[in-house]
C-alpha cells in the first residue's frame, strides 16, 4: 500500500540521516583531538622558547643532557592540561 512505501521511505531517509550524523560526529571528534593535540604542543613551545631565551650559546654535553630534562619538565609544567580542561567544553558536541 502506499501508506507502507512511505513509511519505508521515511524510515530510510531517518536511518541514512542518523548514519550521516553519526559519521560527522567522528569526523568533529578527530578534529577536535588534532586540535587537542597542537594546542598542547604550542603551548609546551611557547615554554621552551622562553627557558631558550634565558639560555647561552655553548652548551656542554652535561648542559644538553640537563636540556634534554629540561624539555620533558616543560612538556610536564606547560599548562597544557589546564588550558585544554577549559578550551575542551567549548569544542566538544552536545
Not at 19 to 25: H, I, L, R, S, T
Not at 75 to 81: K, L, Q, V, W, Y
Not at 83 to 94: D, G, Q
Request: net charge neutral; aromatic share 6%.
Amino acid at each position: 500500500t502506499p501508506t507502507d512505501e512511505k513509511s519505508d521511505e521515511i524510515r530510510q531517509w531517518m536511518d541514512s540521516f542518523i548514519n550521516k550524523m553519526d559519521c560527522f560526529k567522528a569526523e568533529h571528534h578527530r578534529y577536535v583531538e588534532e586540535a587537542i593535540t597542537l594546542l598542547e604542543l604550542a603551548l609546551w613551545k611557547s615554554k621552551l622558547d622562553e627557558k631558550e631565551d634565558s639560555c647561552a650559546e655553548g652548551t656542554t654535553k652535561r648542559a644538553r643532557i640537563d636540556g634534554e630534562r629540561a624539555r620533558r619538565d616543560k612538556r610536564i609544567t606547560c599548562g597544557a592540561d589546564m588550558v585544554i580542561k577549559n578550551v575542551l567544553p567549548f569544542l566538544r558536541l552536545k
